[in-house]
Nanobody, 128 residues
């Protein structure tokens, strides 16, 4: 059983940056793809960024391309989401998720159903 714990959320002003962290335990981290998702007020949960196992690269939703970067550190069993130039519409609960032996689909809408484990989320509030 894999446990995921998110941290790093908080209140920031528009244009500022924030880095979220996802700490994993209970599995062989390098064999899990990691996805970041968010639930913004009034909308369903949506995929934000995904990083595959191995060297298969990263993918981002169109809404965050050029502003968000996902990374992973297999030696530390952790992943991160660097968020720059934050906007009020980025406000929401951010979730880390993991999928075993997974290469992130090119279709963002597939990510949520493909994930095996989920964290409880961390709140990001972008407001002035």
């Amino acid at each position: 059983q894999v446990q995921l714990v998110e941290s790093g959320g908080g209140l920031v002003q528009p244009g500022e940056s924030l880095t979220l962290s996802c700490a994993a335990s209970g599995g062989t981290f390098e064999w899990f793809a990691i996805g970041w998702f968010r639930r913004v007020p009034g909308k369903d949960r949506e995929g934000v960024s995904c990083i595959s196992i191995g060297e298969r690269g990263t993918l981002h939703a169109d809404s965050v391309k050029g502003r968000f970067t996902i990374s992973r550190d297999n030696g530390k069993n952790s992943a991160a989401l660097q968020m720059n130039n934050l906007k009020p519409e980025d406000t929401g609960i951010y979730y880390c998720a993991a999928a075993e032996y997974y290469y992130c689909s090119d279709n963002v809408s597939n990510w949520e159903d493909d994930m095996d484990y989920w964290g409880k989320g961390t709140l990001v509030d972008v407001s002035s």
